[in-house]
């Protein structure tokens, strides 16, 4: 399984950008995929293929890399960003990351 | 609008058997690929199933081979996954979606005696 490895938790204030990064074990190409969860709530997909934001998702967001390094961007980081969020690669056998969780100041 | 609802989750006995249905509305089931995902609790995100969308290709992760079945029924819009022979590790809020951009709301599944 191609493993990938996010930082478990940041924190962040408000107005000020914040970077996630994703490490994938061996290539994905731009097979990668970030997704925000709040507590209680299912995940929401916010970028696809690496780079491309989805429909309704706040421009604050972006993501960038492929190969095995990939981020997710955030700014400016809003209180109501307050969310874990997960990565995870369709190159292969779909695997997502153990998730950033992502705090507030 | 898109909507994923699943039901068919509780409380059940290690080596006992439950299904999961999926009831797909807003969309035309019948063109999409179809998935579940799992989470434990306080836990990540872990892919269990996927099936093509006409059911006619299926794939698993490794530790739910010969014991989980992912199906369709086309002609009712529902997803389904039949979980055989339970395991502890198998408690999870398990989620359907049309991989992996939609998600339903997680039906849990709590395997216990």
């Known amino acids: 399984d191609t493993v990938l490895t996010q930082s478990p938790a940041l924190a962040v204030s408000p107005g000020e950008r914040v970077t996630i990064s994703c490490r994938a074990s061996e290539s994905v190409s731009t097979g990668m995929h970030w997704y925000q969860q709040k507590p209680g709530q299912q995940p929401k997909l916010l970028i696809y293929?690496?780079?491309n934001l989805e429909s309704g998702v706040p421009a604050r967001f972006s993501g960038s890399g492929s190969g095995t390094d990939f981020t997710l961007t955030i700014d400016p980081v809003e209180a109501d960003d307050t969310a874990t969020y997960f990565c995870q690669q369709s190159w292969n056998d779909p695997t997502f990351g153990a998730g950033t969780k992502l705090e507030l100041k | 609008e898109v909507q994923l609802v699943e039901s068919g989750g509780g409380l059940v006995q290690p080596g006992r058997s439950m299904k999961l249905s999926c009831a797909a509305s807003?969309?035309?089931?019948?063109?999409?690929?179809m998935a579940w995902v799992r989470q434990a609790p306080t836990k990540g995100l872990e892919w269990v199933a996927t099936i093509s969308y006409d059911g006619s290709s299926t794939y698993y992760r490794d530790s739910v081979k010969g014991r989980f079945t992912i199906s369709r029924d086309n002609a009712k819009s529902t997803l389904y996954l039949q979980m055989n022979s339970l395991r502890s590790e198998d408690t999870a809020t398990y989620y359907c979606?049309?991989?992996?951009?939609?998600w339903g709301q997680g039906t849990l599944v709590t395997v216990s005696s």
């Open positions: 293929g690496a780079s």
């Open positions: 979606t049309i991989p992996f951009a939609y």
């Open positions: 807003g969309f035309t089931f019948s063109n999409y690929g």
